[in-house]
């Protein structure tokens, strides 16, 4: 067994991990969900919520609302779960720890996974939960976390341990009838993250998950659920990747957070799936639904995302802010390059009084690809003194397209509602003016997307600004040229 | 340091000879539209240029050579009109260009913020975005900033007096001045008596669409007297 480097140049991420794996076969119907639950063990209830949802999914239309043009998915040559074959915590194939080694999972996070234990002084700043394919393979810090009465695990191990908390939280946000890819992914989603944290208390490290997907043909339906209850503080990241295959994978996740008074969610994605080739074969569909609730009294959510991955992207992280004077935020920097399609945004739906949102979108063009914008403001009647101001700057390169497609509904007087946007290219100018100081064309083109970007870099935990840079240089190596 | 032989740039100049010493400061003279700024950014490499003939500098022909290539060498222009770059800080610029390690920047930060207030910029000068919502002037300035904190060993300004105050360019011939050694060499396209005089420069050359006619500081006043068709 060994780590195939498929010879991907561009997109580094893109080798497969040779490993025995368990998988159901291709197909998809009411016993495939029967299977995946006996799996997992779970109570009648879940099963129950699976096939509502699978039901509810079967009469619904796959949405062509959107500026994605992609080949039909066939739903029935998707395999619904793949996991390794041995997978206990203490007996994690090498194959997979070598495949982290390799994406740069960072040192301690490894060392944790390893089990290599650390000075008991040193407490460490991000605990990890590591989803590969179907399954979560290893959550570290578990113990350290605990001490702050801070859940943090897998969803599939939070159905068994804390089955309260999932039930009463599981499709709050996102109900199992809410859109295609949602209802499916309540029917069959197979792990994701499960993280509770406490009244009053600051989660003392950054939590984050890295999803990986692996087996060839298999959907990838991952579920991820934050409680944050009164007080409450957490920043979260997520990381993904896939290897290079000419099949096109499906990934079909929701993310349901939900904040108590004055609770506060970071929420950051670096998002690499692999994009496909130059031509267009291959590549992930990433079909993603993420929502926050901020069920209390000025409570926070902040959507930050770097995404330079997947052929397909249709996303829009969205705030519900129903506590009064509570704050949603968005900021997110979409790169497409070749015959990437990015169709990314946000929805802010104010109900509470002085609530507040900003949106921060910049998109960066290059190739034959297309990036679009698509943002909802919504002002209930409720929402008085409600506050948006949304930014959305396009960088556009060679025969790539941008679009900003706003979507604003105001239905209370006093609210106060900004949007601006703007459209530019990256003029030769600016490139010969910085190659005259002496910098090669690829490390000018950084330079000014970089600089273009910086309003929502800053916004990144610091250990991720960094790889969200380096991540950056990656996909721009030789875009231009 | 720098010979030009034949160089041509197509709709522009004909072939044109000449040679650019070391330790020699030369000021560029020459009607409205002739090609001063084209001539220089030829020699820099500015892609679009269609030019022809040899350029030798430091005794390699660089005419094949790309723009960053030549930077590299210690090749320096400074532009009349300074593009801008949102996001990206004056210093953080410097940082990146000279590939700055973590020892050298404080070094680094200390020259530059010397540098800024002896030219009167604001204090945050390191921390604005390059050449965005900055005035002409200020442009200018930081173009002989970042030409002073580089490796230049061959200088080309493009009208670095265009914009600044009286100050401004007292203090830009002062630094200029310093930065003369016998080792290297600097080029000023400019129309203005007064940096001409503050330079005094080894020789004056007047740009002509097929020739360039030489002469010493004499040809600077004659010019000044009775125009570009007297020489």
């Keep these: 067994m060994s780590i195939d480097n498929l010879n991907n140049e561009k997109y580094e991420q893109g080798f497969n991990t040779d490993v025995e794996a368990d998988s159901l076969p291709p197909g998809l119907d009411e016993d495939t969900i029967r299977q995946i639950s006996a799996i997992k063990e779970e109570p009648q209830w879940l099963l129950d919520f699976r096939l509502k949802a699978y039901k509810k999914w079967l009469a619904m239309d796959e949405p062509d609302w959107s500026e994605l043009d992609y080949t039909p998915i066939d739903y029935q040559a998707l395999s619904y779960y793949s996991a390794p074959k041995t997978r206990t915590k203490d007996d994690i194939p090498p194959e997979i720890l070598e495949t982290f080694e390799k994406l740069g999972v960072p040192l301690h996070e490894r060392d944790a996974l390893l089990g290599i234990e650390k000075d008991p002084n040193v407490i460490p700043t991000v605990a990890v939960d590591v989803v590969f394919d179907s399954v979560s393979i290893a959550t570290t810090f578990q113990t350290e976390l605990k001490k702050h009465g801070i859940i943090f695990c897998s969803i599939s191990e939070a159905v068994q341990h804390h089955p309260d908390l999932v039930k009463e939280n599981l499709g709050k946000v996102i109900p199992y009838s809410d859109n295609y890819f949602a209802t499916l992914n309540s029917a069959v989603f197979t792990d994701g993250t499960f993280c509770y944290i406490p009244k009053g208390v600051r989660c003392p490290m950054e939590l984050n998950t890295y999803f990986r997907i692996n087996a060839r043909n298999t959907g990838q339906f991952e579920r991820t659920l934050i409680i944050a209850d009164e007080g409450s503080y957490v920043s979260y990241l997520e990381g993904c990747t896939a290897p290079a295959y000419d099949e096109n994978t499906l990934h079909a996740a929701c993310v349901e957070l939900i904040l108590h008074d004055d609770a506060e969610i970071k929420y950051s994605t670096v998002q690499n799936w692999y994009p496909g080739d130059e031509n267009g074969v291959g590549g992930v569909y990433n079909f993603v639904t993420k929502r926050a609730k901020c069920e209390g009294k000025n409570s926070k959510v902040s959507w930050t995302q770097v995404e330079t991955g997947s052929a397909v992207t249709w996303k829009y992280p969205s705030c519900i802010l129903k506590g009064e004077g509570s704050v949603g935020e968005f900021f997110s920097v979409a790169v497409t390059k070749g015959k990437q399609q990015a169709d990314t945004g946000t929805k802010m739906i104010h109900l509470g009084k002085n609530t507040k949102s900003t949106v921060i979108s910049k998109g960066i063009s290059f190739g034959d690809s297309t990036n679009t914008y698509r943002g909802a403001v919504k002002v209930n009647p409720g929402a008085h003194n409600a506050r948006n101001y949304t930014k959305c700057d396009s960088l556009m390169l060679q025969d790539s397209r941008a679009l900003t497609i706003p979507y604003v509904t105001s239905e209370n007087n006093s609210a106060m509602i900004e949007h601006e946007a703007s459209a530019g290219k990256i003029s030769d100018e600016q490139l010969y003016y910085l190659q005259s100081r002496g910098m090669d064309e690829d490390d000018a083109m950084n330079l000014i997307v970089n600089g273009f970007c910086k309003d929502v870099f800053q916004k990144l935990p610091l250990e991720f600004a960094a790889e969200a840079n380096k991540l950056l240089s990656v996909t721009l190596e030789g875009a231009v040229g | ?231």
Excluded: C
């Design chain 2, 1 to 231: 340091m720098l010979k030009l032989k034949n160089w041509a740039i197509e709709n522009v100049i004909h072939g044109i000879d000449v040679d650019f010493d070391a330790g020699r400061t030369y000021v560029v003279m020459g009607a409205n539209g002739v090609g001063k700024s084209t001539l220089l950014h030829s020699i820099m490499g500015k892609p679009g240029l269609e030019v022809s003939g040899s350029a030798e500098f430091l005794d390699v022909e660089i005419s094949d050579m790309e723009v960053n290539e030549r930077a590299d060498m210690g090749m320096f222009i400074g532009f009349q009109a300074p593009t801008s770059i949102p996001g990206l800080s004056n210093f953080q610029f410097i940082k990146q260009v000279k590939e700055l390690s973590v020892t050298d920047i404080k070094d680094n930060l200390t020259q530059f913020k010397d540098l800024s207030s002896k030219m009167k910029l604001p204090e945050d000068w390191d921390k604005r975005n390059l050449n965005t919502d900055a005035s002409g002037g200020e442009k200018k300035k930081n173009e002989l900033i970042q030409m002073l904190m580089m490796d230049t060993k061959l200088a080309m300004l493009d009208e670095p007096d265009s914009g600044l105050d009286v100050d401004g360019i007292k203090t830009l011939t002062e630094q200029l001045n310093n930065w003369r050694t016998k080792d290297n060499t600097l080029i000023v396209v400019t129309h203005y008596d007064k940096l001409i005089e503050g330079l005094n420069p080894d020789a004056i050359f007047v740009l002509k669409k097929d020739h360039i006619v030489g002469g010493d500081k004499s040809l600077a006043d004659k010019i000044f007297a009775e125009g570009f068709d007297s020489v």
